[in-house]
């Protein structure tokens, strides 16, 4: 039996960790699928505090990770595939055990959204990627293409310069989500250059993506592509499948909680972009971590 067991090991998961083991909780982190969550997945993080020459995502949850191992974390490299929240103790069932635990902290996140187009998930891993920094290399002096607007087009768009012989970015509007800084950085760098008003309609290849059918938003005209990588920032769902008919979620499936991160059950609690549409930021859903542990453990201390 556990007291606490935080699924998910991106910054709100890893923070939750910390601050329960140091409450001397000893939490379990069961890591979910990819470990680190979604900064793992990014290159350079500026914006985190206490880095002022910054530093790359995977070493921020690593280190995260070690600090919160230091305080007696223990961390199981798996999924959970079932939970039931009405029974107490609480009952998860990974890919290899069953647990049970007296408290559970939600940190699974989200994940990238999809385009929904034809070909899209048969040249996932084949040309089409959500990931700069794992799939960039295999893109070295090709042709490389980003959909989105915001902050993560931008901001992957630029990394990819660093791969492709050239990078397109394609936005369905004329206008960029994206802030100023980064907007402007993009705007600068030569080898990166924008398709306004544009939605890919297609992905095409046999094998291996060769192009993309692209369609004018004003015009509805439609053209084609050619294409060797093509990265898809165009936000994110909430990692929320699990909870279906069990926690409360609003019409975007994200976790309905209170101000204190209280789900509407007892002993479960939410950190993160599990719950957070607005903010998105890794100091924010560390924050939230934070907060979701310091709840869990004035709720064990209520079952004494
Ligand atoms: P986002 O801000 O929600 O932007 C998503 C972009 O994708 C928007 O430009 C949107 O177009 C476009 N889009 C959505 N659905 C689409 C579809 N079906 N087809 C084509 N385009 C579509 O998501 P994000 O860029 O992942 O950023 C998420 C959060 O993380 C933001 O708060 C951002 O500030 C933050 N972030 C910050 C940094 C940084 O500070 N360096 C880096 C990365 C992310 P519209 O604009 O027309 O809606």
New binding site residues.
């Given amino acids: 039996m556990e007291d606490v067991i935080i699924l998910g090991s991106g910054c709100a998961g890893l923070t939750a960790a910390i601050y329960a083991a140091r409450a001397s909780l000893q939490p379990l982190v069961i890591t979910g699928n990819e470990f680190g969550g979604q900064i793992a997945t ?1 290159t350079e993080v ?2 985190y505090p206490g880095f002022p020459t910054g530093l790359q995502g995977p070493e921020l949850t690593e280190q995260m990770k070690q600090q919160a191992e230091r305080f007696g974390t223990r961390l199981e490299y798996d999924e959970v595939i079932e939970v039931d929240l009405k029974r107490k103790p609480i009952v998860l069932k990974t890919h290899s055990a069953t647990y049970e635990t007296k408290a559970l902290i939600v940190a699974t996140g989200a994940s990238p ?1 999809k ?2 187009v034809p070909g899209e998930l048969e040249l996932t891993g084949r040309g089409v990627s959500y990931c700069a920094t794992c799939d960039g290399f295999f893109f070295r002096d090709k042709e490389i293409m980003v ?7 931008l ?1 992957e768009g630029l990394f990819l310069t660093k791969f492709g012989s050239h990078v397109t970015v394609v ?3 004329d ?5 100023p800084a ?1 907007a402007e950085k993009a705007q600068r760098n030569n080898k990166l250059s924008f398709l306004w008003n544009k ?2 309609t297609q992905i095409n290849g046999d094998g291996a993506l060769k192009q993309v059918t692209l369609k004018d938003t004003l015009t509805g005209e439609t053209s084609e592509s050619r294409v060797d990588g093509l990265f898809i ?4 769902l909430p990692n929320t499948n699990l909870f279906k008919s069990q926690l409360e979620m609003d019409h975007e499936d994200y976790l309905v909680v209170d101000p204190y991160l209280h789900t509407n059950v007892p002993g479960v609690f939410a950190a993160g972009e599990v719950h957070d549409k607005r ?3 890794a100091i924010v859903s560390a924050g939230f971590g934070c907060m979701a542990a310091m709840e869990a453990e004035k709720y064990l201390a209520s079952l004494d």
């Fill in positions: 990014t500026e914006n959204r385009l929904a959909v989105g607007g915001g902050d993560s087009a901001q936005h369905r509007r206008q960029l989500r994206a802030g980064l939605v890919v920032y165009i936000g994110h903010f998105r930021q």
